[in-house]
């Protein structure tokens, strides 16, 4: 491997050995959430236990390293919107999870600091979506946090701030990757997070499955 030459990362389905690595991960990607809104090491074995084709992991090729996780569960586009994060997760076990329901959630995304700007963000919206039409959901929806909106909270309200986001003048390093990533915006949750720099809240956004067929 040459010097400075990124290496490969690849993206699996989260498995039981990977788990403690995804624990670790929350703390390092979310040091301002609350801890009992951190996932840990056998809350990750219990979503691989009832969704496992939901969870994933990037993997640094060359040193075997987990330097990334996302994951979810299936739920309706109702509950998402009348929960809060807390609730929504079950307290992070996901047992609110419904294998009928039509849409995929993504309760968590995290990437290690230093891989950032590579595209992994990309690559797991990327498999969310493969996942989404090989179940054939109705797609994906989004709680997200704005990590950047502490900057801008004396200034304006939380909904101006996801226009300006929305619009290109501002970016927010997760909701700008989401709309980059096909999503559009469909609200926001008030007291959603215990995070101080979203102020609590959480915006709603929804990918739409393109393939997906109706059952009649």
Partial sequence: ?????????????????????????????????????????EQFEKHIALFPEAQWVAIDEASGRVVGATGGFRTTKEAVQTHNFYEMTSDGWFTRHDPGAPYYHGATMTVLPGYRGRGIARLFYEARKAMCRALNLRGQIICGMLPSYAKYAESMSASDYIRYVEAGFLFDPTLTVQIRNGFKVEGLLKDYFDDPPSRGWAVVAIWMNPDYTPAY
């Avoid at 990124?6 to 991960?25: D, S």
């Fill in 1 to 41: 491997m040459m010097l400075g030459v990124p290496t490969p990362i690849r993206i699996i389905n989260t498995r039981l050995e990977h788990t403690a690595a995804c624990a670790e991960l929350e703390h390092i990607c979310y040091p301002t959430l609350a801890e009992e809104e951190k996932f840990r090491a």
